[in-house]
Structure formats: structure tokens, C-alpha cells
């Protein structure tokens, strides 16, 4: 017998995806966002584990972040699918360590989220402001500094508290879907 949660494509159904073997977002619909770029190239889906107003989310110190406003969410026990109509007009930009993708879109210049291979599978992190409900996140962000991070602790460190990504990109563009 086929297992529910397993859809015929061998992907993961998303509700009822969570890596510790439960999904608190299973019967709750507030627990899904949507959102994606500007131009709607770009689409995301997110799960989360928590409540939009309780997430803590982070603005990072990087130039790159400030100069996009970035509040960006990682729910280790959630989970984030990124697809786009035309994966030519996605910029997949690296810096620094060039340890993550920031997936940034070609045609609106909208930056929608990183993704991260580690030991744990593709991560990832998305930035809030590309999402439909933005305005429900209300908490304020941290404001970490990774500068000094070793690139291994920085690896650690998004293996264990970036959320699981499933990146649909119809193509080998890069990406393993995480399972």
C-alpha cells in the first residue's frame, strides 16, 4: 500500500513533512505562508512549526542583508519549497564563504531566500518581506554578526537551525532535494 505522505512525483507531501516525526502545521493552515517575488517568477512555500507573530526572526549584519531589509526565518522543524516559471531569471548568488545560494530574482530583483547544502541536507532560510503575510511576523529581528565564523561552525550552525528545503528547479541545476 502506498504511504499517504508520499505523493506519486516520490516527493514529500509538505503537510505532513517535519524531521522529528511530527507536524505541528498537519491540521493547521495558519502554519502555511506563500509568497515569492515581485514579478512572480519565483514562488515560496513555507511551513512553519510556530506562529507568524512568535517567530523569531533575524536581520543579518552582512551588506548584503542590510541592503535588502532583510527579516529572514529558519524553523528547523518546518520546511520550505522554492519553485520557479523560469529558472534561467534566477540568480543563484554567492559571497563571502560562499558556503550558501541567495536566490535572487533576475528580472524583479527580488532576494526570496538562501539555500545551504550541510551534513543535515539542503537548508535553507527565507527572507519574510517576499511573503503574502509579512506583516504577521511582528517580532523584532536579532541582528547577529557572523563575521569571525569559521566556515565550518557556520555550516553547524545552519545544519542545525536553517529549516529543510525542497527546491523544485525541473533541472540539474545543483540542487538535491532533501529528504
Given at each position: 500500500m502506498p504511504d499517504p505522505a508520499m505523493p506519486p512525483s516520490g516527493m514529500p507531501d509538505p503537510a505532513s513533512y517535519n524531521p522529528a516525526g511530527h507536524n505541528p502545521n498537519r491540521?493547521?493552515?495558519?502554519g502555511h505562508h506563500s509568497?515569492?517575488?515581485?514579478?512572480?517568477?519565483?514562488?515560496?512555500?513555507?511551513?512553519?512549526?510556530?506562529?507568524?507573530?512568535?517567530?523569531?526572526?533575524r536581520a543579518c549584519a552582512c551588506g548584503f542583508c542590510r541592503a535588502h531589509a532583510t527579516r529572514t526565518i529558519?524553523?528547523?522543524?518546518?520546511?520550505?519549497?522554492?519553485?520557479?516559471a523560469d529558472w534561467p531569471l534566477v540568480e543563484?548568488?554567492?559571497?563571502?564563504?560562499?558556503?550558501?545560494?541567495?536566490?535572487?530574482?533576475?528580472?524583479?530583483?527580488?532576494?526570496?531566500?538562501?539555500?545551504?547544502?550541510?551534513?543535515?541536507?539542503?537548508r535553507a532560510v527565507v527572507n519574510v518581506n517576499c511573503l503574502s503575510d509579512r506583516a504577521t511576523f511582528t517580532q523584532p529581528p536579532a541582528a547577529p554578526d557572523y563575521d569571525g565564523e569559521t566556515t565550518e561552525a557556520r555550516l553547524d550552525r545552519r545544519a542545525a537551525n536553517w529549516m529543510p528545503a525542497i527546491v523544485h528547479d525541473g533541472a540539474a541545476g545543483g540542487y538535491a532535494q532533501d529528504d
Open positions: 491540521h493547521n493552515p495558519a509568497g515569492g517575488c515581485h514579478c512572480g517568477n519565483i514562488a515560496v512555500s513555507l511551513r512553519l512549526s510556530v506562529a507568524a507573530g512568535d517567530a523569531p526572526l529558519a524553523d528547523r522543524n518546518g520546511l520550505v519549497e522554492l519553485r520557479a543563484r548568488y554567492q559571497f563571502g564563504s560562499r558556503t550558501a545560494e541567495y536566490i535572487v530574482c533576475r528580472r524583479c530583483g527580488v532576494y526570496v531566500a538562501a539555500v545551504c547544502h550541510t551534513a543535515s541536507g539542503l
